[in-house]
Structure formats: C-alpha cells, structure tokens
C-alpha cells in the first residue's frame, strides 16, 4: 500500500469518527437516536407481517387444496 492510499485511508477513518461523535453528541443527536429506533421497530413490524402473511397464505392454500379433494 503506498503513502496516498496510506493516507486516504487514515483520513476517511478520521472524518468517520467526527462524524459519529456529531452523530451522539451533537445537536439533535437525541432525535436522531429516536428516529434511528422508530426505523428499527418500522422494520421489524413489516418484517413480521411479512413472514405472516406468507404463512396465513401457505396455510390457506393447503387447506383449500384439501378441501377441492374431498
């Protein structure tokens, strides 16, 4: 790895540790931290509708083929 790529690296690392430090102690980091949990909740709420939607699906196809055999 030469000097540049040396240096662009260390540079990234520097402005990503700025910018988590603003992100946590900066102004309207509290909102921030509120919103990133209301994501994460959003998230997982569609998630879970999604599995029970698929499996309310599955379970009414298999029994609506039962039903077409008797």
Known sequence: MNITEKAKTELDKRVQR???FIAEKGVGSSYLSR???VQRNVNLALVLG???????LTAWAL???HSDDS
């Open 63 to 65: 029994t609506s083929s």
């Open 50 to 56: 999604g599995i029970l939607t698929l499996a309310g």
């Open 18 to 20: 700025i910018e988590d």
């Open 35 to 37: 919103a990133k949990r």
